[in-house]
């Protein structure tokens, strides 16, 4: 009750000044019929204020809220993937061994029309992304998760992000990956077991990273042509691919 005691005050002040001012209105004019007549016409237009106000006004309002949010979040996704994301997306997709069924789906993305590029990452997010990373991959990939580990931090504790459930659960994999390679000071005389218990938390993040990049290529296609091209050049199941234009 006592969350509540400012909207009953405020409520409770609001129909006083109400009743006041009608009552001055009759002491001065005299007249019942005319505030009554009012009244009630008032009250008649009520439920239509409700509907333009709430079910229209509001839904618009709400709609144009949540644009402006998903552009921050879009944003900050973008800021992950140009300081860290792409690049350990290379790393996980150089030990995936069906690349190539990949790099064929994303040949020549940036020219492709809106509706097949949403028809390719369809597909592509539904498949099963696999990789074999060998105790060598694995040094190299705790030296770059160390590196990055603020960042990723960083991005846990942004609240926007608490919107973006499969983002959060991808920062939440690329942690956890990092922490347990953290707790591993000789990572080369691990077991063949221990190997394979870090591939899975390997495949995790490599299929977490994959769908939220084609998410975004899908968002930069639709609204951001110019930095989309570069993201297609600089394709991260492309061992080849490169920055400059070639055509």
Same mark, same amino acid.
């Given at each position: *009750?006592?969350?509540?005691?400012?909207?009953?005050?405020?409520?409770?002040?609001?129909?006083?000044?109400?009743?006041?001012?009608?009552?001055?209105?009759?002491?001065? =004019?005299?007249?019942?019929?005319?505030?009554?007549?009012? &009244?009630?016409?008032? &009250?008649?237009?009520? /439920?239509?204020?409700? %509907?333009?106000?709430?079910?229209?006004?509001?839904?618009?309002?709400?709609?144009?809220?949540? $644009? #402006?949010?998903?552009? $921050?979040?879009?944003? !900050?996704?973008? !800021?992950? =993937?140009?300081? *860290?994301?792409?690049?350990? %997306?290379?790393?996980?997709?150089?030990?995936?061994?069906?690349?190539?069924?990949?790099?064929?789906?994303?040949?020549?993305?940036?020219?492709?029309?809106?509706?097949?590029?949403?028809?390719?990452?369809?597909?592509?997010?539904?498949?099963?992304?696999?990789?074999?990373?060998?105790?060598?991959?694995?040094?190299?990939?705790?030296?770059?998760?160390?590196?990055?580990?603020?960042?990723?931090?960083?991005?846990?504790?942004? /609240? #926007?992000?608490?919107?973006?459930?499969?983002?959060?659960?991808?920062? *939440?994999?690329?942690?956890?990956?990092?922490?347990? %390679?953290?707790?591993?000071?000789?990572?080369?005389? !691990?077991?063949?077991?221990?190997?394979?218990?870090?591939?899975?938390?390997?495949?995790?993040?490599?299929?977490?990273?994959?769908?939220?990049?084609?998410?975004? *290529?899908?968002?930069? $296609?639709?609204?951001? /042509?110019?930095?989309?091209?570069?993201?297609?050049?600089?394709? /991260? =199941?492309?061992?080849n691919a490169s920055a400059v234009v070639k055509e």
């Amino acid at each position: *009750m006592h969350r509540y005691r400012w909207q009953l005050i405020t409520g409770a002040a609001l129909l006083a000044l109400s009743t006041i001012t009608y009552l001055i209105h009759y002491a001065i =004019f005299r007249d019942s019929h005319h505030i009554f007549s009012y &009244l009630i016409t008032d &009250l008649a237009f009520l /439920p239509v204020e409700v %509907l333009l106000v709430t079910m229209i006004i509001h839904q618009m309002l709400t709609r144009m809220e949540a $644009k #402006a949010r998903l552009e $921050k979040l879009n944003m !900050v996704i973008g !800021v992950f =993937f140009s300081e *860290m994301g792409t690049a350990l %997306l290379t790393r996980l997709s150089d030990n995936d061994p069906n690349i190539e069924r990949i790099k064929a789906e994303l040949a020549g993305g940036e020219h492709k029309t809106d509706a097949e590029f949403r028809s390719i990452c369809k597909r592509l997010s539904a498949c099963e992304y696999s990789t074999q990373m060998d105790r060598a991959g694995f040094i190299e990939l705790k030296t770059f998760l160390a590196a990055g580990r603020g960042m990723v931090v960083q991005l846990m504790e942004n /609240p #926007a992000l608490m919107e973006h459930e499969s983002f959060t659960d991808l920062l *939440m994999a690329v942690s956890h990956l990092s922490e347990e %390679l953290s707790h591993r000071d000789n990572i080369s005389e !691990v077991p063949d077991v221990d190997l394979k218990h870090l591939n899975g938390d390997v495949k995790r993040v490599y299929g977490a990273l994959a769908t939220e990049w084609l998410n975004y *290529m899908r968002h930069l $296609k639709a609204n951001y /042509p110019f930095l989309f091209s570069l993201a297609v050049r600089t394709n /991260p =199941f492309d061992k080849n691919a490169s920055a400059v234009v070639k055509e």
